[in-house]
């Protein structure tokens, strides 16, 4: 079975507003989301899935073009670290610390091991094979097999991703 993300339900109460608040793709959104993230984390500092969000927070700045990728990857890349120092296996983790170290050092070594890690750990994951996709097939000119993975993932299933409750 599954450890409970967290203790405290409002931590995890902070945790679904940031996660709801992402979905609304805006900047101040985002920094509203930063914000809650933080709280939970100060609620309890071992929660690693609102690590993981504040990863996954600075991709999307650097991603979106709402943040300079030199100014956010290196603090998403620390997130991404401090949630799996918590929890290893949390598959998502994985791949988009590969995306990190795709973007930050081009170190295929360990993108190829973080995305190997993160379809071991949920093969089935949409996100984590969005994110091998995107970080690991395609820089690899790996186009067709990229596009059936991209093409496994439907849109509905990403976005479920961000209000599932564990």
Same mark, same amino acid.
């Given at each position: 079975?599954?450890?409970?993300?967290?203790?405290?339900?409002?931590?995890?109460?902070?945790?679904?507003?940031?996660?709801?608040?992402?979905?609304?793709?805006?900047?101040?959104?985002?920094?509203? !989301? +930063?914000?809650?993230?933080?709280?939970?984390?100060?609620?309890?500092? @071992?929660?690693?899935?609102?690590? #993981?969000? %504040? /990863? =996954?927070?600075?991709?999307?700045?650097?991603?979106?073009?709402?943040?300079? !990728? +030199?100014?956010?990857?290196?603090?998403?890349?620390?997130?991404?670290? @401090?949630?799996?120092?918590?929890? #290893?296996? %949390? /598959? =998502?983790?994985?791949?988009?610390?590969?995306?990190?170290?795709?973007?930050?050092?081009?170190?295929?070594?360990?993108?190829?091991?973080?995305?190997?890690?993160?379809?071991?750990?949920?093969?089935?994951?949409?996100?984590?094979?969005?994110?091998?996709?995107?970080?690991?097939?395609?820089?690899?000119?790996?186009?067709?097999?990229?596009?059936?993975?991209?093409?496994?993932?439907?849109?509905?299933?990403?976005?479920?991703?961000?209000?599932?409750?564990?």
């Amino acid at each position: 079975t599954r450890r409970k993300p967290t203790e405290d339900a409002v931590a995890y109460n902070l945790y679904l507003q940031g996660r709801f608040l992402i979905a609304k793709e805006t900047p101040e959104n985002a920094a509203k !989301a +930063k914000q809650c993230f933080e709280e939970a984390i100060s609620r309890d500092p @071992r929660f690693a899935l609102a690590y #993981d969000a %504040l /990863a =996954e927070l600075y991709w999307y700045l650097c991603f979106g073009g709402f943040a300079p !990728a +030199k100014d956010v990857s290196s603090t998403g890349m620390f997130y991404a670290l @401090r949630a799996l120092d918590i929890d #290893d296996t %949390l /598959a =998502e983790t994985h791949a988009l610390l590969g995306l990190y170290r795709k973007e930050l050092d081009f170190n295929w070594v360990d993108v190829k091991r973080e995305m190997d890690r993160a379809l071991e750990l949920n093969p089935t994951s949409p996100l984590v094979r969005l994110r091998y996709a995107i970080g690991w097939l395609t820089p690899e000119c790996r186009l067709e097999d990229a596009a059936a993975q991209i093409e496994s993932v439907s849109y509905t299933h990403l976005r479920a991703h961000e209000t599932v409750l564990d």
